[in-house]
């Protein structure tokens, strides 16, 4: 279960990247609405997994700035959804019941029909990010602990088993991002991400892209390792490139 305000964690979870932005203060309107869409980010993101439980309501609802009243409005509607069973006694709480469906073509298409994305802007929006983020490294260079923690979240990502995978090439993508020190770029690209996420959700993970992955997960970590801006921008575009064109592929 991932949830602390210490920023990144050694070993690799959403700890300091994916949670922050996801279980930061709730700013508009409409705080209900705008706490259920934050819950089901946690759930879609894996920041709280499958039978994992979300932190205390005290300490989650401090953490989004809702009242307790508000929060629990928000897991009863995501209980009566499906996506949360709450339990009663010492060790209760409000625990992730979803299951993702089943790829195939029709769910991807299906995400994208009932989400509303364009896939031109998703991609656009998500490469300057991810192109920015990496060019400001270069530029910048890394500390020791930054070098340090990119390089943890690399062998993480190449070590992983098929179904972790995704939440780990996650982690180190979010991981650029929040290694420029910009909390809006982070949670700009965290909120991108879960819609590309959902997108690959729904559909079958094929073991040779993965390698094909790691080269490249290799190649941009090198390029900002060795300050090269240039580097940086022809490794994550090819990144990129690959993913878009695997997503167009499947859905047409």
Same mark, same amino acid.
């Given at each position: 279960?991932?949830?602390?305000?210490?920023?990144?964690?050694?070993?690799? /979870?959403?700890?300091?990247?994916?949670?922050?932005?996801?279980?930061?203060?709730?700013?508009?309107?409409? =705080?209900?609405?705008?706490?259920?869409?934050?819950?089901?980010?946690?759930?879609?993101?894996?920041?709280?997994?499958?039978?994992?439980?979300?932190?205390?309501?005290?300490?989650?609802?401090?953490?989004?700035?809702?009242?307790?009243?508000?929060?629990?409005?928000?897991?009863?509607?995501?209980?009566?959804?499906?996506?949360?069973?709450?339990?009663?006694?010492?060790?209760? /709480?409000?625990?992730?019941?979803?299951?993702? =469906?089943?790829?195939?073509?029709?769910?991807?298409?299906?995400?994208?029909?009932?989400?509303? %994305? $364009?896939?031109? $802007?998703?991609?656009?929006?998500?490469? @300057?990010?991810?192109?920015?983020? *990496?060019?400001?490294?270069?530029?910048?260079?890394?500390?020791?602990?930054?070098?340090?923690?990119?390089?943890?979240?690399?062998?993480?990502?190449?070590?992983?088993?098929?179904?972790?995978?995704?939440?780990? $090439? %996650?982690?180190?993508?979010?991981?650029?991002?929040?290694?420029?020190?910009? @909390?809006?770029? %982070?949670?700009?690209?965290?909120?991108?991400? !879960?819609?590309?996420? $959902?997108?690959?959700?729904?559909?079958?993970?094929?073991?040779?892209?993965?390698?094909?992955?790691?080269?490249?997960?290799?190649? !941009?970590?090198? @390029?900002?390792?060795?300050?090269?801006?240039?580097?940086?921008?022809? *490794?994550?575009?090819?990144?990129?490139?690959?993913?878009?064109?695997?997503?167009?592929?499947?859905?047409?």
């Amino acid at each position: 279960m991932h949830h602390s305000d210490s920023g990144p964690a050694a070993d690799g /979870g959403l700890t300091g990247v994916a949670a922050q932005a996801v279980f930061r203060p709730v700013r508009t309107g409409n =705080p209900f609405e705008e706490t259920v869409e934050r819950l089901l980010s946690a759930i879609r993101l894996g920041v709280v997994g499958h039978g994992e439980r979300f932190p205390a309501e005290r300490e989650l609802a401090a953490r989004l700035g809702v009242s307790r009243v508000i929060l629990r409005d928000s897991l009863r509607a995501l209980q009566e959804a499906g996506y949360v069973e709450s339990r009663r006694g010492r060790f209760g /709480g409000a625990f992730v019941t979803y299951v993702r =469906p089943k790829p195939s073509r029709s769910e991807a298409q299906r995400v994208l029909r009932d989400t509303g %994305t $364009d896939l031109d $802007d998703l991609f656009t929006h998500r490469r @300057a990010l991810e192109t920015g983020a *990496a060019v400001v490294l270069a530029e910048k260079g890394l500390t020791p602990e930054q070098d340090r923690l990119l390089t943890e979240r690399l062998a993480a990502v190449e070590a992983a088993e098929v179904a972790d995978y995704r939440r780990l $090439d %996650t982690v180190l993508h979010l991981t650029l991002a929040e290694l420029t020190g910009s @909390a809006s770029l %982070t949670r700009s690209l965290t909120e991108v991400r !879960m819609r590309v996420n $959902d997108l690959l959700d729904a559909m079958p993970m094929l073991v040779r892209n993965l390698e094909h992955s790691n080269i490249q997960h290799r190649e !941009m970590v090198q @390029a900002v390792r060795d300050a090269d801006p240039e580097a940086a921008v022809r *490794a994550v575009r090819e990144h990129l490139e690959g993913s878009e064109a695997l997503i167009r592929g499947f859905l047409t």
